[in-house]
């Protein structure tokens, strides 16, 4: 995988205080039992998932990552995809700096390619369909900072896919889940930096 237009691995991350960008998790035993009987998170005992019902900010055990009951919906799974955590590393960007709605396009492409095409999911083909990008305005910095868009003139070359735009308050529903290796980007304090990479579109050489 090309790692080109990564950006300066000299320039320091920006850090950002946890009780300025975080809320509270409101992410209770109903909320994590449900997602347990609808089959998309697995047991305490086998997952070794965590509630973080009440605290101010998160606090992971190091073997700890930070997830939103949102993303299991939108197709996350653990062990994370290596798909996934290979574009984590490619950004630089941790896992909770993504929406819902990039977990849910990431989801899709990978099942596209596994289940569709046959392949496993082609790294540059995503570069040439979808662009990340930096969310404006107000908010936090750290959670939901960076989100995937398709590029002009793509949105009739792949699949329509219906976003969820009625996700208010998904940013309070986390909590903990047990890492395994190789582990994924999940500092809970990082602040994205526009990188080239999230922006530069693969060559046609790239795409052989």
């Not at 109903?30 to 005992?45: C, K, S, T």
Request: charged letters at 25%.
């Amino acid at each position: 995988m090309s790692k080109r237009g990564v950006g300066n691995p000299k320039k320091a991350a920006v850090r950002a205080s946890r009780d300025n960008e975080w809320v509270s998790s409101l992410m209770g035993e109903a909320e994590i039992n449900r997602m347990v009987e609808e089959g998309i998170l697995l047991d305490r005992v086998t997952a070794e998932w965590r509630l973080a019902n009440g605290e101010p900010f998160p606090m992971p055990h190091t073997d700890e990552a930070v997830v939103f009951e949102d993303y299991f919906w939108c197709g996350l799974g653990f062990p994370i995809h290596p798909f996934l955590r290979d574009l984590l590393e490619f950004w630089r960007v941790s896992l909770c700096n993504l929406h819902p709605n990039t977990i849910l396009h990431i989801s899709i492409f990978i099942h596209f390619c596994e289940a569709y095409l046959r392949v496993l999911p082609h790294f540059n083909l995503f570069r040439h369909l979808f662009w990340l990008k930096k969310k404006g305005g107000g908010g936090s910095r750290v959670v939901d900072s960076v989100y995937l868009q398709l590029y002009d003139g793509m949105v009739g070359e792949y699949i329509t896919v219906p976003l969820n735009t009625s996700l208010k308050g998904w940013n309070v529903m986390w909590f903990y889940m047990k890492q395994s290796h190789p582990a994924i980007r999940y500092d809970v304090d990082h602040v994205p930096e526009n990188q080239r990479s999230w922006s530069e579109k693969p060559s046609s050489a790239d795409m052989e």
